[in-house]
């Protein structure tokens, strides 16, 4: 069934927001840590007790970050679950993405900046393509299709290459990501220092 991004919001991550207002935080992973370099798994069924438990500590750790995307890899756990909330006209619309995939893409490309929670405080340019479809599975486990152009298709590639192990450095140069890298090092050892 394919759905546009704000009909999506209306199935059953909806019925999280009241939970995520109660629930403890995750911790998130920085970079270079491995988990983050490496592909995550695909929820099979019996993993879905799991990920219901999870959603709500993701969000909540996404808000409070704040951010608009969070990849499950970024909370320490290896499986194909992403969140996503742009906050249109500043209204939660909490998406979840259960083993998501990108199916189409337009040829069109569009350059944007983009950050990341795993990255905190680093930005850089990087060109994806402009519009996407995005096939996955909800809550209940129903199968989902969304159509994304601008900050959400940008936010759902985003999100997606987490899931592959790709970080948004990776569309950098060589040069570009060891200074992003070095620069975040840096950051990371002048907080612990204080």
Excluded: W
């Excluded at 890899?73 to 083993?99: M, T």
């Excluded at 569009?110 to 402009?130: D, F, H, I, K, W």
């Amino acid at each position: 069934m394919r759905k546009r991004a704000e009909d999506v919001a209306e199935a059953p991550a909806r019925r999280y927001i009241p939970l995520m207002l109660d629930v403890p935080t995750l911790s998130i992973v920085l970079a270079p840590a491995p988990i983050l370099k490496r592909p995550a798994r695909a929820v099979r069924n019996e993993d879905y007790e799991t990920v219901r438990a999870l959603v709500p500590r993701m969000f909540a750790t996404m808000y409070q970050a704040p951010g608009i995307g969070l990849a499950a890899p970024q909370v320490g756990v290896g499986l194909r679950v992403a969140v996503v909330d742009l906050k249109p006209e500043e209204k939660p619309s909490p998406i979840v993405l259960i083993n998501p995939e990108v199916v189409a893409t337009s040829t069109e490309m569009v350059t944007r900046e983009e950050g990341c929670l795993s990255l905190p405080n680093q930005y850089a340019e990087v060109t994806r393509p402009a519009r996407v479809k995005v096939r996955f599975f909800d809550l209940d486990g129903r199968s989902q299709e969304i159509e994304a152009e601008g900050l959400l298709s940008a936010c759902l590639q985003h999100e997606i290459d987490h899931l592959n192990g790709i970080l948004f450095i990776d569309y950098l140069s060589p040069l570009k990501r060891n200074i992003i890298l070095r620069r975040l090092a840096k950051e990371q050892r002048q907080k612990q220092s204080r």
